[in-house]
Structure formats: structure tokens, C-alpha cells
Nanobody, 122 residues
């Protein structure tokens, strides 16, 4: 089992940057595929970015390509989401997730954090 805790959210102006972190505790962090999702009020949970076990392969939603970068440090049991050129439509709760299979659907992931709020003002 894996416990996930996100941090780094906050209020930022449009065009600004934030770096989110997700610290994992538990066993065998490096055996999990990891992902970031986001959920705005009244909307479904949306895939943002994912990364394979070694960190050698990443994939992201079209809406964030070129602006967001996912990475992981297996020695620190942590993944990151570097978010640049933020837009008001990026406002949401951002959640990290761990699973066994590469995927873009929430159902592809088994473990979830509580989320961190990101608010982008115009």
C-alpha cells in the first residue's frame, strides 16, 4: 500500500509558475506508475500527466503540453509537476495517483492523495 501527500499548491497570477510535489510512503515506490490529475468544481476528474516507473517516459494531456512537466525522484519517493505559463482554466484541485499500469483514466490508478488547490487569477 502507498500513501500519497501533495504539496505546493497556491494562488498565482496568470502566466506564473508553480511546482507541485507528491511524497509517497509505503513500500516499493519505484514499482508504481505515477500520475497527476485535476478536478475543478462541478467537473470530472481530468488526466494531466503520467510517468513510468523509471522516469524515462512521460505523457501528458494536450491541454498542458509544452507548459507542464512531470518528473520523479525514486530515491526521494517523490514526483513533481512543474507548471509554467499558468492559465485561469488550470484552476483546480490537483491530485497525484499511483498504479500498476500506464493509463489516462482515473480507474487505471489504485492509490490517491488528498489533493492540493491551485488557483490561477486573471
Amino acid at each position: 500500500q502507498v500513501q500519497l501527500v501533495e504539496s505546493g499548491g497556491g494562488l498565482v497570477q496568470a502566466g506564473g509558475s508553480l511546482r507541485l510535489s507528491c511524497a509517497a510512503s509505503g513500500r516499493a515506490f519505484s514499482s508504481y506508475v505515477m500520475g497527476w490529475f485535476r478536478q475543478a468544481p462541478g467537473k470530472e476528474r481530468e488526466f494531466v500527466a503520467g510517468i513510468n516507473r523509471s522516469g524515462s517516459s512521460t505523457y501528458s494531456a494536450d491541454s498542458v503540453k509544452g507548459r507542464f512537466t512531470i518528473s520523479r525522484d525514486n530515491a526521494k519517493n517523490t514526483i513533481y509537476l512543474q507548471m509554467n505559463s499558468l492559465k485561469p482554466e488550470d484552476t483546480a484541485v490537483y491530485l497525484c495517483a499511483a498504479g500498476q499500469y500506464v493509463g489516462r483514466r482515473p480507474g487505471d490508478y489504485t492509490y490517491w492523495g488528498q489533493g492540493t488547490q491551485v488557483t490561477v487569477s486573471s
